[in-house]
């Protein structure tokens, strides 16, 4: 999508079993997958986001695949009327070669925002302050997610969820983080939820819009 599409990495293609015991999110759902090499499949999918793989099923068979051979791939939400997209990307953690992972895009626009979730027990999250949400199906883990932006200079990194973080992705002026603070409270934004961190991005990308026409 956009110009980031372009900023993907190309790797020989592979595929990998399926592991039964790792935590899947709840239910197939239509999508397809788009392959390195260009092809496009479609078909019925699940995902494991920690470990890096993409079943999808067809009525022929049920195929896995792993970060190396797909360059994303979408799914059709439903519910809320829109299709999610999956990047693969490559990410480098602490002083690590850079590894290519799937990242969630969530919002794109002068620089694009990717999550990633990972299950965790909800009594470990009961007091933090970190973005997480409820798990769909499991009453007693929540789904701890951490942000990362891609910005127009092609460079890829963790986007910690905090006010001097969100105001300099966004290019505010020295005092961005009362104008972050201001806006949080008088709109009860929640920094754990990514509904309201998506809101909040929004609020201050279309006013630098607006403030450019």
Known sequence: MRYFVGLLVGIVCFQISVQADTPWDNSW???QIVLKDGSVLKGKLRYNLENDVVVMQTKEQLRAFGVHSVELFTLNDTTKG???????????????RPQLRFFKLVFEDSFALFVREKEVSRNAL?????PMRI???KDNLALLQKYYVLLPDGSFQKFRVRHRDIAEVLSLEENGSNQISRYIYENDIDLRRQTDIIRLIHHFVSQEYLVRL
């Open 29 to 31: 759902t239509d999508g």
């Open 82 to 96: 829109v299709v999610q997209y999956y990047y693969t990307l490559p990410y480098q953690e602490y002083a690590q």
């Open 126 to 130: 009961r007091l933090a302050k970190t």
């Open 135 to 137: 798990h769909p199906s």
